[in-house]
């Protein structure tokens, strides 16, 4: 086994390849790095150097050639925005600036700037053309692709190692994870310890992908806001759900869909999920009851 760590997208990543004679990979997992550093540094929304900047500066005025990989992201992630709009919506820029939660501003925007803001997100607004042309119809508005940004990393990085040959991998990008061949334990954050604590693990040969109200937020007046945005009003979401494990196909789905459950607050009953609730209990799906171990 070869296990190669790097640091991008914000987080510390890891793949692990379980194949025999790995040692042969270690190229292709040189290359795979340098890649997802190249897709973290496009689209970073705090960089003012990024492909997601330039389009966010040109809102409104004109197109901007992005990088292939930006541009992927940007189309799919706008299809999965009109398909649940009002739940998820990487037109959310405005409402990131205003509350930089990442950044560890703790002061409260103002009522009147966040229902500006509201006004400003509609993923239609995103213009496409070929040649990886990207646009914003409007001047104020931006885009954030940290929702899924990750997902879409780990995707590409299982794709690139199932075509490379190798058969059986673990791929971990924060909470986004994938397996490739045999099941493999995914561990579940317990989100009232410390980092690498879990509370169970799940065993899968899917995309496990966890999101949470504890990951990034800040405090004011003894009252935590989370980085998790309800669209609907502007404001950080307030829900009894602290953590949300989904088991999905594809880790980018997990990641899209992890924030409209947050945001609808409602989970079909057929969907495969872990929710960690504020007070400690748990609720675990029937499909993964057989799955899921306990710590």
């Known amino acids: 086994m070869i296990e190669h760590i790097f640091f991008a997208l914000g987080t510390v990543n890891s793949?692990?390849?379980?194949?025999?004679?790995?040692k042969n990979y270690e190229p292709l997992l040189k290359h795979i790095q340098e890649r997802i550093e190249?897709?973290?540094?496009?689209?970073?929304?705090?960089?003012?150097?990024?492909?997601?900047?330039?389009?966010?500066?040109?809102?409104?005025?004109?197109?901007?050639?992005?990088?292939q990989d930006t541009y992927m992201i940007i189309r799919e992630a706008k299809a999965y925005?009109?398909?649940?709009?009002?739940?998820?919506?990487?037109?959310?820029?405005?409402?990131t600036r205003l509350w930089h939660i990442n950044t560890n501003n703790n002061e409260m925007p103002l009522k009147q700037d966040i229902d500006r803001a509201i006004l400003k997100i509609n993923a239609q607004d995103i213009?496409?053309?070929?040649?990886?042309?990207?646009?914003?119809?409007?001047?104020?508005?931006?885009?954030?692709?940290?929702s899924i940004a990750k997902g879409y990393c780990v995707d590409?990085?299982?794709?690139?190692?199932?075509?490379?040959?190798?058969?059986?991998?673990?791929?971990?990008y924060g909470g986004s994870v994938a397996v490739i061949g045999k099941k493999k334990k995914v561990g579940i954050q317990n989100p009232f310890k410390s980092q690498g604590e879990i509370m169970g693990y799940i065993e899968t040969e899917a995309c496990?992908?966890?999101?949470?109200?504890?990951?990034?937020?800040?405090?004011?007046?003894?009252?935590?806001?989370?980085?998790?945005?309800?669209?609907?009003?502007?404001?950080p979401i307030e829900t009894d759900m602290m953590s949300l494990t989904v088991v999905t196909s594809s880790a980018l789905l997990g990641d899209v869909l992890t924030t409209v459950y947050f945001n609808k607050g409602v989970i079909p009953r057929d969907?495969?999920?872990?929710?960690?609730?504020?007070d400690g209990r748990y609720y675990l799906s029937e499909s993964l009851r057989k799955e899921f171990y306990a710590r």
């Open 15 to 22: 793949i692990k390849i379980y194949d025999k004679n790995s």
């Open 38 to 67: 190249y897709i973290s540094s496009h689209c970073n929304f705090y960089d003012d150097q990024s492909d997601l900047s330039h389009i966010n500066q040109q809102a409104g005025e004109s197109y901007v050639t992005v990088d």
């Open 81 to 95: 925005s009109v398909q649940y709009k009002g739940f998820f919506d990487i037109t959310v820029g405005p409402l």
């Open 127 to 146: 213009l496409l053309k070929e040649d990886n042309q990207v646009a914003l119809a409007h001047h104020g508005q931006a885009i954030d692709l940290g």
């Open 156 to 172: 590409l990085t299982k794709e690139l190692l199932i075509k490379a040959g190798v058969t059986e991998a673990i791929i971990q």
């Open 208 to 235: 496990v992908v966890t999101s949470g109200t504890y990951e990034h937020y800040f405090m004011h007046d003894n009252k935590r806001y989370s980085h998790l945005f309800d669209l609907r009003t502007g404001y």
């Open 271 to 278: 969907e495969d999920v872990c929710v960690i609730m504020n």
